[in-house]
């Protein structure tokens, strides 16, 4: 696709007479980035240069249309085929065992969880990533939106990914998302224990047809569960982490708590920042007193 993408670029820039570098100039990159495209080498274009490329080249879109095909190959075999299901489903019904679902991620959190893996390859592809995620959430705002319901286990909620400012602001998004009245959040609590999906994150899709696709995810693997009866296992399972879940008030409840802390932790200096502290003060202190912060007390001279 990204070859497919490279020769409508190419095609498009010579039926309007131009060069690659004054391509790259109305699109504000390097005439070498335009290079790199049209052979499908390199970093594959995010869809901010989709856009911008199909304006400058008068495509009527379709660059734009070609891109979430492009896209898709930034991303590892096996969750190819899950992305081209989620991007036709109209009811999404996720439980997230160690992170924010990636519909709901903010953009800082997403580039903290895709900076680490075994599958990445450098700050180009980690870019592709990122572009590629934000550029999936644009579906929740569409007319077709699906019906998103996701259950997060309160680890989700407990681990500063990114650091303190980058998790307040990610749980003011899920708060923000929840007063959506096509979106449920609910957070499935410790005290629950045990139950069928530990380990993992679990996502059942319905589409247009009605039919469902199950989708399983660990931190290097994914397997999409197509066979009926499999499938019927999974959804049952969600629903009963649906049940067990607390009710959506009192989710949204302690997703507040959690920020709160993380805007208290944010606020402390952390340990050698007080040590810092400290030692100024206590330098501080001692130049007032050779100032003259205190009159000497006067003694007996000592004999010879």
């Known amino acids: 696709m990204a070859a497919l993408f490279g020769t409508r670029v190419r095609r498009l820039r010579t039926a309007a007479g131009l060069t690659q570098a004054e391509l790259g100039a109305r699109t504000h990159v390097v005439g070498t980035r335009i290079t790199q495209i049209e052979r499908a080498s390199g970093a594959k274009p995010t869809l901010e240069l989709a856009r911008a490329l199909d304006a400058a080249l008068g495509a009527d879109g379709l660059l734009v249309e070609l891109w979430p095909y492009v896209y898709r190959e930034a991303f590892p075999d096996w969750s190819r085929k899950f992305i081209a299901h989620s991007e036709q489903a109209v009811s999404v019904r996720q439980y997230a065992a160690h992170l924010v679902p990636g519909l709901l991620q903010t953009e800082a959190y997403a580039r903290a969880v895709l900076s680490v893996g075994l599958t990445l390859d450098g700050d180009e592809q980690l870019e592709e990533r990122v572009a590629a995620r934000m550029g999936r959430q644009q579906r929740l705002a569409s007319p077709d939106r699906p019906e998103l319901w996701v259950v997060l286990d309160e680890a989700v ?74 499938v019927e296992r999974f959804s049952l399972t969600y629903d009963r982490l649906r049940a067990d879940a607390l009710p959506t008030l009192m989710s949204l409840g302690m997703i507040r708590s959690a920020m709160e802390g993380y805007h208290r932790e944010a606020n402390v200096p952390s340990r050698s920042d007080r040590r810092r502290l400290a030692q100024e003060q206590l330098q501080q202190s001692g130049r007032r007193r050779l100032r003259g912060g205190g009159r000497r007390v006067p003694g007996r001279r000592p004999r010879p």
Request: zero cysteines.
């Open 157 to 230: 909620l407990k681990r500063p990914i990114g650091g303190n400012a980058v998790m307040w602001a990610q749980l003011e998004r899920l708060v923000k998302a929840a007063a959506e009245h096509h979106i449920k959040v609910q957070v499935l609590p410790f005290e629950q224990g045990e139950h069928d999906a530990m380990g993992g994150s679990l996502t059942v899709l319905t589409l247009p047809d009605g039919s469902e696709v199950a989708y399983t995810e660990g931190a290097h693997y994914g397997q999409l569960i197509e066979e009926p009866a499999e």
